[in-house]
């Protein structure tokens, strides 16, 4: 089963914001609710350059289900709206409804 990498993108300045525990916060509550569909698992964190990263791999066949199921997710946990959600180089912002596939700027 080949795996495709998501890249869950938070601004930093905004994640301060609100209190989810940051871009740890943020990736142990993808780690709890994605383990409980079985539909990937949270590979990496990391943070610098005022973004903070959360890598998510589920399989390559599910990325349009993750993308939805990612965005919800962020969404119930109060992430920011400024969120992104990357994969292949195509951004998908949680704040809004654009369909996969639609480019957006990364988070300042």
Known sequence: MELQVIEVMLNSQDLAKVPLGGHEGIAARLREALAAVGLGTVTGVSAGGGVAIVDVSV??????????????????????????????????PIGGDEPWGRRTSRPD
């Open 59 to 92: 399989p390559k066949e599910r990325v349009p289900e993750a993308l939805g199921f990612l965005k919800q997710q962020l969404r119930l946990c109060g992430a920011p709206r400024t969120t992104v959600l990357s994969v292949d180089d195509t951004e998908v």
